[in-house]
């Protein structure tokens, strides 16, 4: 029965946002349709006025599911993750996925006719999966592609790495970031800056 639903959410979607159809139903395309769908809630919900802490609370579940925070931050952090006490590395993981879907509540903020748009191609990376889509704005700019690289995991197929522009890596981008923050173990001047960044990015409505 739950399979019966998903397919039936998936087919709805397929067929209300262009572009989805060609590989809606693959399962690694599946989390990033479903983020993708949740990204065009949110942007309505901040066209209507939604409170940032509404659409964060909205966006959270989707972000989740579709993105591996838990690797993602690992391989931003590098070398120096394995340094971190225990302790510091769960407060980490905790205020990393805080700054995660903050960032995209923020970028998000408003509905201008945008329309997310899965593209039929796929490329392989070892085991992974590259799925691909783009942006189209709804004043007729060019796109802009954002593909994610799927692993298989205990919970299904997840994002360990976002591709701006189909090719930039985020994990990429944060590591030359996080790793400057991490020093001899102590990740506290991360944490910091990442509490910092939420701040900012919610205009204070998140506060770690």
Do not use: C, H
Not at 34 to 56: E, P, T
Not at 59 to 80: C, F, H, T, Y
């Amino acid at each position: 029965m739950k399979n019966l639903i998903t397919a039936t959410i998936l087919a709805a979607l397929a067929a209300t946002i262009p572009g989805l159809a060609a590989r809606a139903d693959t399962p690694e395309a599946a989390p990033i349709t479903a983020l993708d769908s949740a990204l065009i809630a949110v942007m309505k919900a901040g066209s209507a006025n939604a409170s940032f802490q509404s659409r964060y609370d909205q966006l959270d579940p989707a972000v989740k599911q579709a993105l591996n925070l838990g690797v993602i931050l690992q391989n931003s952090v590098g070398v120096e993750w394995a340094t971190i006490p225990a302790a510091q590395q769960q407060q980490l993981e905790t205020v990393f996925e805080e700054f995660t879907v903050a960032s995209y509540v923020n970028g998000f903020g408003s509905y201008g006719g945008q329309q997310f748009q899965l593209l039929p191609a796929e490329r392989t990376l070892g085991a992974k999966k590259i799925v691909e889509t783009q942006i189209v704005p709804g004043d007729g700019s060019p796109p802009t592609r954002l593909d994610y690289v799927m692993a298989q995991t205990a919970s299904g197929w997840q994002a360990t790495d976002v591709l701006l522009n189909g090719t930039i890596s985020k994990v990429a981008i944060q590591s030359s970031d996080f790793s400057s923050l991490v020093n001899s173990g102590d990740a506290s001047q991360l944490i910091a800056a990442l509490q910092s960044k939420i701040a900012t990015l919610s205009g204070g409505a998140l506060k770690d």
